[in-house]
């Protein structure tokens, strides 16, 4: 089928199929944009810490040097250096990525897919309309990154001109403010052109999943079961259950009839029961199966139209009887008892 007969939103089975096999709306721009903004903007503290510990490690290297010795306070004092750079970069990419995606597990896309190795499928990509996307992206990043270095360069440009008047450690610290103040700048335009991207790859993500109202019709039926089988399944269950509430007439102490429109029949038993209970009920057809099979077991029928249609509306099959029809009833009981009684 073409796209265009994929009108209908994807499922949650759908995504979560796609999901599965490592199918997600992501942007790897979103990660290395948050990463350099880090970067960039804790450039001062990692300055701080990293840089002191590397100078006294390098100290100690230069002072070991003539010894040719190498201890262990130099390789402490080299990983500790790189500790807040390796986190920062951890912690950057698992969050930027649980925003995206969420905590996803994927082990289909970790199974061996000999087609991302094939030539001719390699070729194909290198030609299709996303890689040629890709280029374009990759180059409209660049020129925005070379336009915001520019301006903030040019921004601060009495800053590098004024360097060169000062002593050597201010003009230093000088042109660190302005280089970090360039940073900043191009990792949140390079931020922003990332969530850009992040939105762009959603949409398109969102169309590529989406279904034919016939792969829809064929998932509820995997799903949920065939209607059609469903109806029959349900017609058979209705069937049985009205064949066993037409068996239990036979248990009744009365039926109350409309005399023809209606039948409710009633079970009473003090020892395990609160109050009489409707065992069967019917109207029309129904109600004359429920009469016969009284008529053929013995149980008393009573005429009682306005009790009749009151049980009727007021209990389902199995309920007590409703408090208010607790004395009409009672006098239809003790009627059918005072019959027995003299039989």
């Known amino acids: 089928m073409s796209g265009d007969d994929r009108t209908e939103q994807a499922t949650p089975k759908k995504r979560q199929d796609a999901r599965q096999k490592g199918q997600t709306a992501r942007s790897p721009e979103v990660s290395s944009a948050a990463l350099f903004l880090a970067f960039a903007l804790t450039l001062p503290l990692l300055t701080s810490w990293s840089g002191g510990r590397l100078i006294d490690t ?22 500790l250096a790189a500790v807040p750079i390796l986190a920062l970069s951890a912690f950057i990419a698992v969050v930027a990525n649980m925003l995206q995606v969420g905590i996803a597990a994927s082990p289909k896309a970790l199974m061996p897919n000999l087609d991302r190795i094939n030539p001719v499928n390699g070729f194909k990509r290198l030609l299709s309309v996303r890689s040629a996307f890709e280029i374009l992206k990759a180059l409209f990043k660049f020129l925005l990154i070379s336009y915001v270095a520019y301006r903030a360069a040019l921004g601060s440009s009495e800053q590098w001109l004024s360097a060169s008047r ?38 398109q993500f969102e169309k590529s999943i989406k279904m034919t109202k016939h792969e829809v019709k064929e998932e509820y039926k995997q799903s949920e079961g065939d209607p059609h089988m469903r109806g029959m399944i349900k017609q058979k269950m209705t069937k049985l259950a009205m064949r066993r509430m037409i068996q239990d007439v036979r248990r009744a102490d009365a039926l109350v009839t409309n005399p023809t429109t209606f039948a409710v029949a009633l079970r009473y038993d003090s020892a395990s029961m609160r109050a009489p209970k409707v065992i069967a009920k019917g109207k029309g057809p129904l109600a004359a199966r429920i009469r016969a099979e009284a008529e053929l077991h013995r149980v008393p029928i009573i005429a009682n139209p306005p009790l009749a249609r009151s049980l009727y509306a007021g209990a389902e099959v199995g309920d007590e009887i409703p408090v208010n029809l607790y004395e009409a009833v009672a006098e239809v009981l003790a009627y059918v008892y005072r019959l027995r009684h003299r039989a």
């Open 166 to 203: 000062l002593p050597f450690a201010q003009a230093v610290g000088l042109i660190g403010q302005a280089a970090h103040a360039m940073l900043v700048k191009i990792g949140f335009a390079w931020l922003a052109l990332a969530l850009a991207d992040y939105l762009f790859q959603r949409w």
């Open 58 to 79: 390098m100290k100690q290297g230069v002072v070991a040097a003539g010894e040719m010795r190498f201890s262990a306070d130099m390789a402490i004092g080299g990983m």
